[in-house]
């Protein structure tokens, strides 16, 4: 590695890319994810559609039920 580098005539984020997006990873149970593996053998839409399916349907109890005011 060198003592000194010349950054003089650098472009401070010339390689930048926003991230439209941040995708996390979950992490499930061993059972739960068991049991949507078989959901996804017998139904033709794929895991991430059928856990945010499940997911839009628990949050809209929550909402029905007042949860989070």
Known sequence: MKDHYDFSGAERGKFYRPVDQLKIP??????????????VGNDKRDLTTIVNDL????????HAMGAGK
């Open 26 to 39: 979950i992490y499930l149970d061993p059972q739960v994810s068991k049991d949507l593996d078989q959901l």
């Open 55 to 62: 997911l839009r349907k628990d949050i809209e109890l929550l």
